[in-house]
């Protein structure tokens, strides 16, 4: 299985960017994004699983992630850019199904991109 992200770059704040996230060698209906800041620890985006979807509170109504079963993608857009969004993306997804409170842990994930570069300047 391999995942590939794409859709970083270097945006100004208040400006939006589409991160794709593709995945080969087999389906998979739960989705995530998460994301690392220099210096900190990564950190829970949006994940999303057959209708449900959920968000870091630091997104919502910003960030919105969805999928795409047939082309076995997820993507997240991301409007409202501030600096503090800054920080390399990366997607994520799992094979067994665990309960909707572990979806937020990076370790629930056994499937990880290679990261995307995001860069929001003030």
């Known amino acids: 299985v391999q995942l590939q992200a794409s859709g970083g770059g270097l945006v100004q704040a208040g400006d939006s960017l589409r991160l794709s996230c593709a995945a080969s060698?087999?389906?998979?209906?739960?989705w995530a994004w998460f994301r690392q800041a220099p210096g900190k620890e990564r950190e829970f985006v949006a994940v999303v699983r057959a209708s449900e979807k959920s968000y870091a509170g630091s997104v919502k109504g910003r960030f919105t992630i969805s999928r795409d079963n047939a082309k076995n993608t997820v993507a997240l857009q991301m409007n409202g850019l501030n600096p503090e969004d800054t920080g390399t993306y990366f997607c994520?997804?799992?094979?067994?199904?665990?309960?909707?409170?572990?979806?937020?842990?990076?370790?629930?994930?056994?499937?990880w991109g290679q990261g995307t570069l995001v860069t929001v300047s003030s």
């Open positions: 060698g087999r389906t998979f209906t739960t």
């Open positions: 994520a997804t799992k094979v067994n199904r665990v309960i909707s409170s572990a979806l937020p842990f990076w370790t629930s994930y056994d499937y």
